[in-house]
């Protein structure tokens, strides 16, 4: 297991945070209230331990296939339904989507290998993840990856506690499945857009693993 590039900051912050707190508290507090710091010590020393597993990445065996379409998170399916896109294809599309606690891995993998053909950020609002709207109304970065078989929408959304969604894939760009997509911090949900015939292989309320999980394949 490694810690992702996008936690070093807040990792090293957090530790500073942690160090100084208890030695502070430490110092300050007398003999007999020596309990109370003990007790912050191990809470703040947990959240710690939180923040940094909060950025882990795994070492996994990957699932690469191209006439399947992998999850890009690790989460939990709260969506499988025919939605009418209005962003990019402008027509009906099979959407899956998978809600990301904060405990889950929180690096987002390419579901397929293509060629991208959008990449688009877009300012919002931070409702709960597992609201509807936030598809639409959440900020979020939607991007297009184009295959042999059909063209893949991932739409990355932040949620009530997630403010920051990473994104790295430009437009003409050449992508691989199994690699890294982008990043979204402490809690979120990721929608993935299918054509209409697309046939999937996951349930609702199931537990996915990205880069591992099979949520469909292709319909040729």
Known sequence: MTVHKEGYQT????????????LVLFYFLSYSWVW????????????????????????????LDENKIVAPADGKVVVIEETV????????RLQISIFMSPANVH????????????????????????????SVLNERHTVVIQTAKGSVLVK??????ARRIVNYLKPGQEVQQGTELGFIKFGSRVDVLL?????????????????????ASWDN
């Open 36 to 63: 109370l710091a003990w007790i912050i010590f191990v809470l703040s020393f947990l959240l710690f331990l939180f923040i940094i597993s909060f950025f882990r990445v795994p070492k996994r065996l990957l699932t």
């Open 11 to 22: 990792i090293a912050i957090s530790g500073l945070f942690f160090v100084v707190l208890n």
């Open 107 to 134: 690096q987002n993998l390419n579901p397929v290998t293509g060629e991208v053909v959008y990449s688009e950020y877009h300012k919002g609002k931070y409702l709960v993840a597992w609201d509807p709207k936030s």
């Open 195 to 215: 054509p209409v015939g697309t046939r999937p292989h996951v349930r609702l309320n199931q537990a996915v693993k990205g880069g591992i999980t099979v949520l």
């Open 85 to 92: 896109d209005e962003e990019y294809f402008r027509d009906k």
């Open 156 to 161: 990355q959304i932040a949620g009530a506690v």
